[in-house]
Nanobody
Framework: RLRLVESGGGSVQTGESLRLSCAASQSRVCMAWFRQAPGKEREWVAILYTNDGATVYPDSVKGRFTISRDNAKNTLYLQMNSLQPEDTAIYYC???????????????WGQGTQVTVSS
């Protein structure tokens, strides 16, 4: 089965940067990063269509976050710049969506990595 393992989380101050990594055993057309804060639903923050390299970001992170991949290593990255306290959440790597890459119906998920941004 497809396995995903996130790493790179940590604690930073407002305005600083962090780079998350997701080691994947296989690749899929839909690869994405999600996050979930306490009391809130899980939300997508970056989507990658691996077939053509297209990316999608919600307004909340657009211009600050960048999703990318290393094909040779089957590794997905999320570069996060200008971090804000509201970015604090557990971040998850996900792969394979049945109803489109922008849906939340992903099949494979990593264990999550904590990102904490202090003011």
């Amino acid at each position: 089965r497809l396995r995903l393992v996130e790493s790179g989380g940590g604690s930073v101050q407002t305005g600083e940067s962090l780079r998350l990594s997701c080691a994947a055993s296989q690749s899929r057309v839909c690869m994405a990063w999600f996050r979930q804060a306490p009391g809130k639903e899980r939300e997508w923050v970056a989507i990658l269509y691996t077939n053509d390299g297209a990316t999608v970001y919600p307004d909340s992170v657009k211009g600050r976050f960048t999703i990318s991949r290393d094909n040779a290593k089957n590794t997905l990255y999320l570069q996060m710049n200008s971090l804000q306290p509201e970015d604090t959440a557990i971040y998850y790597c996900a792969a394979e969506s049945r109803y489109g890459c922008r849906s939340t119906n992903y099949i494979y998920w990593g264990q999550g990595t904590q990102v904490t941004v202090s003011s």
